[in-house]
C-alpha cells in the first residue's frame, strides 16, 4: 500500500523496485555482487564479462521488520555512511567486501559450491546479454568505442540471480582491500581487449571473456543479371488507338497513331520511331492543318477484360 500511495507525489525521476523477500544470506546479513563487464561493439552487440566479481555487504543484520537503507541498500556509497553494528557476525569482513572466490569457499563449506557454476554466473550472464539486447537499438552507433558497465546483483534463497541495475561508468576507485587488488587489474584487463586485440586477435584478454558476439547475416551478392521484361503490345485489327488531348477541350486536338510499320503519324508529317525518341517528345500542332479523320473503331479500355470477353473466338486477336 505504501508503493501505490507514492504515486500521489511528484518525483522528477522514480525507480520503483519490488524487493526480494527471501534473499541468501551469509551469517543473516544481506549482500549483492557487482559484476563488470565491458561492450567493445554495439552493431554486432560484443560482451566481455569480466572474470572476477565481489559482494558487498550490509552493516546491519537481515531483517523485513525494518525497512532502513542501512538493512537493505548494500552499495559501498549507502553503507560507508554507517558502522557495522555489534550484532553482526565476526566472520564477516570490516570493509563490508568479498571477492568471488572467498564466496566461493563459503559456498563449498556449506556443501553446495556446484551452485555458482550451474545457477549463480551463468545467470548473472544471461540477465547481462538480455538486458543488453533490448537497450541495442536505444545506443549510439559509434566506431572505435567501448564502455565498460557493473551490474548488480541480488542473490534468492534459491540461488537465482536477480538485476538490480546496471551502473555505466562504474566506480574502480580503490576503496577496500578487495577493489585495491581488483581494479588496477581490470584496467589493465580492459587496455588489453581495447588496445592489443586490435592488432592481434590471438591477443591475450587477461580476464575478460568473450561472452557474446552477436551474428550478423551475411549479404547475398547481386549476380548481375538483366531483371528487365520486355513485351509486345497486341493490337485489333492490327491497330491502336492512342488518343492525345492537347490544350482545351474546345477544338484543340489531335491523335497519334502507331503503325505497324513502326512509323509514327501525326498532323500529316511521318517521322522514324528512332529519331523521333533521341528528340523532344513534345507534340506540336497546327490549326491550319487539316487533321486526319478520328478513328472510329471501338478502343480498348481494359484489355484484359477484353480478352476475357473474346476467349470464344481467339481469331479476332492477333499478335503485333
Keep these: 500500500m505504501e508503493v501505490i500511495q507514492l ?23 544481506k549482500f549483492d555482487i557487482r559484476q563488470w563487464f565491458l561492450v567493445t561493439n554495439f552493431r554486432p552487440l560484443t ?4 572474470r572476477e566479481s565481489y559482494l558487498r555487504f550490509s552493516s546491519r543484520v ?13 552499495n559501498h556509497a549507502v553503507q560507508c555512511k554507517y558502522t557495522n553494528v555489534p550484532q553482526r557476525d565476526r566472520a564477516l569482513p570490516h570493509d563490508n567486501m568479498w571477492d568471488c572466490h572467498t564466496f566461493q569457499t563459503w559456498l563449498k563449506e556449506m556443501g553446495i559450491k556446484e551452485k555458482w557454476d550451474e545457477n549463480i554466473l551463468p545467470g ?12 541495442q537499438e536505444l545506443m549510439d552507433k559509434r566506431q572505435h568505442t567501448f564502455e565498460i558497465y557493473g551490474a548488480d546483483f541480488i542473490i534468492s534463497e534459491d540461488f537465482k540471480p536477480w538485476l538490480l541495475e546496471i551502473n555505466c561508468n562504474p566506480a574502480l576507485s580503490s576503496t577496500t582491500r578487495v577493489t585495491t587488488r581488483m581494479c588496477p587489474q581490470c584496467m589493465e584487463d580492459l587496455v588489453k ?28 551478392l547481386y549476380p548481375g ?15 491502336k488507338l492512342q488518343k492525345v488531348a492537347l490544350g482545351n477541350e474546345s ?28 528528340q523532344s517528345p513534345r507534340l506540336t500542332h497546327s490549326p491550319e492543318r487539316t487533321l486526319p479523320p478520328i478513328y472510329t473503331r471501338p478502343i480498348i479500355v481494359d484489355l484484359i477484360e ?15
Design 306 to 320: 477484353n480478352l476475357n470477353k473474346s476467349s470464344t473466338n481467339p481469331k479476332t486477336w492477333k499478335a503485333a
Design 225 to 239: 543479371g538483366d531483371l528487365s521484361i520486355r513485351g509486345r503490345c497486341i493490337f485489333k485489327d492490327q491497330y
Design 251 to 278: 477544338k484543340r486536338s489531335t491523335s497519334q497513331f502507331w503503325h505497324r510499320s513502326n512509323k509514327f503519324v501525326t498532323s500529316g508529317s511521318k517521322r522514324s520511331l528512332t529519331s523521333r525518341l533521341t
Design 47 to 50: 560482451i566481455w564479462m569480466y
Design 193 to 220: 581487449v581495447v588496445i592489443d586485440r586490435r592488432t592481434n586477435s590471438k591477443a591475450d584478454t587477461g580476464l575478460f571473456d568473450l561472452v557474446y558476439r552477436q551474428s550478423v547475416t551475411p549479404i547475398a
Design 124 to 135: 548473472m550472464r544471461q540477465a547481462i546479454v538480455c538486458t543488453m539486447l533490448a537497450s
Design 7 to 29: 504515486h500521489r507525489f511528484t518525483f522528477s525521476q522514480t525507480n520503483t523496485e519490488k524487493i526480494a523477500e527471501r534473499p541468501l544470506l551469509i551469517h543473516k546479513t
Design 62 to 74: 537481515f531483517s523485513l521488520n525494518n525497512f532502513h537503507e542501512s538493512l537493505h541498500l548494500t
